[in-house]
């Protein structure tokens, strides 16, 4: 679904509207990174993805969703994105 | 991707369950099939259809992408929740991506069960769970300059325009 990401990275994947925005179906990035910085860095990439389609979406990373609330607690682990992991950006869904 | 030997991506199964993702036509006897059994009194089957307006607006075609292993997933914990809380003998839940022409099915949904009651409310629960949760998106293209949209289920909002039909990049479609 998208190639291997190389050392120190790992890979983004995009969906519908996020695909729309960035034009890319996938891109690798520098690991690790905490969660937390996630949305920042795409949106220095993409300025305006953020209001324009982030704020709808759902993070999963190695395919188990991630909770995005950023108030998790001073003394709370900062989950990482770590090398060669699989995050993706799921935007609202639609099948049916 | 054309080719007919990739035209099935992706598959689950276990004992009473079907779930899949597919580039086919779908083939509603097909599906029933996967529930037949003989302790079941009633199969209820669901097939949704492409519409050709959203809003009494055209639309040309849709197009559904996906993403595969996480939708899977999750059309599999649907199906082991339906067959558990129904009490169901078989369930198959089958998605279509890729562009799907107006009028065509574009999922199917086959529920087996003893008694139909219980088919009726998994049937329909299970298509509801569907468009909640499974990671699988719709693009409806209306044609001329109006280029396509993604919709979302949740609001039933008009979604989000894409550009134009050149920038669309697409690697599950």
């Known amino acids: 679904m998208s190639s291997r990401p190389p050392p120190g990275h790992f890979t983004l994947l995009y969906f519908a509207s996020a695909t729309a925005f960035s034009k890319k179906a996938s891109e690798h990035f520098e690991s690790p990174l905490p969660l937390t910085k996630l949305f920042e860095l795409l949106e220095s990439k993409y300025p305006g993805i953020k209001e324009n389609v982030l704020h709808s979406c759902a993070v999963t990373i190695n395919l188990d969703y991630v909770d995005l609330d950023l108030d998790q607690g001073a003394d709370a682990e900062p989950v990482m994105i770590k090398e060669g992991d699989e995050v993706a950006i799921i935007p609202p869904v639609s099948s049916g | ?81 339906m067959k558990e809380n129904h009490g169901l003998q ?62 979302a289920n949740r609001d039933g909002a008009e979604g989000v325009r894409v550009d134009s039909k050149e920038e669309r990049i697409d690697g599950f479609a």
């Open chain 2, 90 to 151: 078989g369930i198959a839940l089958i998605h279509r991506l890729g562009v799907v022409p107006i009028g065509e099915e574009s999922i199917l949904i086959a529920v087996s069960a003893p008694h139909r009651q219980a088919a009726w409310r998994a049937g329909e629960e299970a298509l509801e769970e569907c468009k909640a949760k499974a990671e699988i998106w719709k693009l409806e293209e209306f044609g001329g300059d109006e280029g396509g949209v993604w919709r």
């Open chain 2, 1 to 81: 991707m054309a080719d007919s030997t990739e035209q099935t991506l992706f598959i689950l199964a276990e004992e009473g369950i079907h779930v899949e993702l597919t580039r086919a036509h779908l083939d509603a006897g097909a599906v029933m099939n996967k529930v037949k059994s003989p302790k079941a009194g009633a199969i209820v089957l669901f097939a949704g259809t492409t519409r050709d307006n959203f809003n009494s607006k055209p639309v040309k075609e849709l197009q559904y992408t996906a993403y595969p292993p996480r939708a899977l997933q999750t059309l599999l914990t649907i199906a082991r929740t």
